[in-house]
């Protein structure tokens, strides 16, 4: 391809591209994973970035490099560079979360309250394996512990938009429960087989029930609300459940158990219909499904599709513990005690009780099991341990699958012409600064109006803007995603940036439709949706598209085209008897609205 051939293309200095390879093939990096993507790979291998500039005194009147104000304590400065080290949108790309551990053992070392928490319950200790009680143990902080502190800031960030408006506690609870359904695409294991964190899942948006079960309980605990694994087993107890074995979320509320399916990806239905004020079917409780088998019965999809779980093996259910120890460490427990106010955030959850009186995670669950399990039935859930263990253990191969899965978050690139005439890809552009002032700018100065931008790194940007909260600002900059891995696509580019701009921009589209659903905007995710799903090259999110598509055609009334919508899915889909559930839900409100 010669410069001529490249209509519109950025000049930029020939010190930033490769030249064009033989046979008019734009060239690439030696390495396929640039910027972001090698960003997350040191985080996961621990190495070291720069660390970030000490944050400035803001209490601070002198010039800059005075000393700290006098009012402001150093601890509280310790931990301001914690907060900012942290944040969401620098983790990858300004700060790792090496560098937060080595910020937690300062603030250990100096800060850290002498009093020791309670000690672990017997009963949960005798549960845990030696590795874990080691890990509780550990004076210091370690590079699983910073990863706790990002999940949990992740945990908290939908925990603040993703409950909705509703009246009421159960409203809002139920509003979570459906938002992780939607923002966690389910597939029977993880993606590449890999240990994923809740974070990556999240990022990724693709989990097994198991790990939106988790996520969900993760995100709970930030609103202060208990949830256990309701496994089901025959009324002797003597039978376990199996492993794959189907299993309910139970969340601990009003003094009542109500229950969750995070594999259908319903909550429960009540018999008794839709709550006062509320939308939809009540959430019923765990005494209503144990003692009334018709609740269960209405998930039923006829002969060949029967809800796996019976009344009778919910009489006497297994409850279990869904946390890791990271969350009950004598360290985790210290720091807690200066997330409040403002920086408000749980990340830790003792299972014993405090040394005031204060009942543990234990001895709630304990309490609220009523005669359905005591204290000495309940289990931990082993599967967050599991996962986090080998999380912390991945192997070069898997580090390197795990960098090829976040691979798109780096896009986009642009094709550039250098002084030589010379075409490659390059992650950076350069603009004329359009509001400055010409006259403050001769000729011999104009660099100086140039302003020049990083474009890796745009989609994770994005998408932390989702994962936050901000989804106006999100689609902004999706739709310039989309539009730039368009405009690269158009030449003949090496396979493997084809494949990351490709996907880049069908993720982009999708979680755009995605953020029109959270904002209310359903007839713009209709149409996102529509336009996604025509596109021949769009397979990744097949599933999910046309579940968000239904749901935004029943949210904009057209319940009719969200029936026709869902019933296209295949009787195999892990979610049918959750499709099949909405499906008469909408078919009922299409009927009502004809009358």
């Known amino acids: 391809m010669s410069p001529d051939n490249v209509a519109g293309t950025l000049r930029v200095p020939s010190t930033v591209i490769p030249a064009i390879g033989n046979g008019g093939t734009l060239s690439v990096p030696a390495t396929i994973f640039r910027f972001f993507s090698i960003g997350l790979l040191l985080v996961a291998t621990g190495c ?34 914690i907060d900012e080290v ?35 319950p017997l009963e949960i200790a005798k549960l845990l394996s030696e590795p874990q009680l080691k890990f509780l143990d550990e004076n210091r902080f370690l590079q699983r512990d910073g990863e706790h502190l990002r999940n949990c800031l992740l945990d908290r960030a939908v925990s603040r938009y993703a409950t909705g408006t509703g009246a009421t506690e159960l409203d809002r609870v139920k509003s979570l429960f459906e938002h992780v359904v939607r923002a966690i695409g389910l597939v029977a294991e993880p993606p590449q087989k890999l240990p994923l964190s809740p974070y990556e899942v999240y990022l990724l948006g693709k989990g097994t029930a198991d790990d939106r079960a988790w996520v969900y309980i993760n995100v709970l605990k930030q609103l202060r609300i208990d949830a256990v694994l309701i496994q089901p087993q025959s009324s002797d107890r003597q039978t376990p459940a199996a492993a794959g074995a189907a299993f309910l979320v139970g969340v601990l509320l009003e003094g009542q158990i109500f229950l969750f399916d995070p594999k259908v990806g319903v909550a429960i239905p009540s018999i008794e219909g839709a709550a006062a004020g509320g939308t939809g079917p009540r959430v019923a409780t765990l005494a209503e499904a144990a003692s009334d088998p018709a609740v269960l019965k209405q998930l039923d999809a006829g002969p060949d599709h029967i809800y796996p779980i019976a009344a009778d093996e919910l009489k006497h259910p297994g409850a279990a513990i869904v946390a890791d120890p990271a969350f009950w460490s004598r360290r985790m427990q210290g720091l807690q005690t200066q997330f409040v106010g403002a920086r408000a955030m749980v990340i830790a959850d003792p299972p014993g009780d405090s040394a005031d009186g204060a009942p543990g995670l234990h001895s709630r669950i304990a309490k609220a099991g009523g005669d359905f399990w005591n204290a000495s039935e309940i289990r931990i859930w082993g599967m967050p ?29 642009i094709v550039g012409i250098n002084a030589e005439g010379q075409a490659g890809l390059v992650e950076s552009e350069k603009h004329e600064d359009i509001a400055a002032d010409k006259n403050l700018y001769p000729s011999a100065r104009m660099n100086e109006r140039v302003i020049e931008r990083t474009t890796a790194g745009a989609q994770m940007q994005a998408r932390i803007d989702q994962l936050e909260g901000n989804s106006a600002q999100a689609v902004r900059a999706y739709l310039e995603v989309r539009e730039k891995c368009r405009e690269l696509l158009k030449y003949n580019i090496v396979i493997p940036e084809r494949i990351r701009h490709t996907r880049a921009a069908e993720d982009a589209t999708y979680w755009t439709a995605l953020c029109q659903y959270e904002q209310g905007e359903m007839k713009s995710a ?51 008897l959750g499709n099949r559930h909405l499906i008469r839900q909408w078919q009922a409100a299409a009927k009502s609205n004809a009358n």
């Open 48 to 81: 070291r970035n720069d660390k970030p500039a000490p944050q400035q005194d803001k209490k601070s009147t002198g010039t800059q490099g005075s000393t700290q104000s006098q009012t402001e304590s150093p601890c509280e400065g310790t931990l301001a560079t």
């Open 86 to 120: 942290f944040k969401l949108s620098k983790l990858g790309r300004t700060t790792t979360i090496e560098d937060g551990v080595l910020r937690l053992n300062d603030w250990q070392r100096t800060c850290a309250p002498s009093e020791s928490p309670a000690p672990l």
């Open 385 to 413: 341990e599991e996962r986090l263990a080998a999380h912390a253990q991945m192997t070069k191969d898997q580090l390197e699958l795990l960098a090829g899965l976040m691979s798109p978050f780096a896009a986009y690139k």
């Open 526 to 576: 209709v149409n996102t949706l529509q336009y996604l799903r025509k596109r021949s090259e769009s397979t990744h999110w097949q599933r999910e598209s046309r579940y968000l598509l239904a749901l935004s055609q029943a949210g904009a009334g057209d319940f009719k085209a969200a029936v026709a919508t869902l019933e296209t899915a295949e009787p195999d889909d892990p979610e049918y």
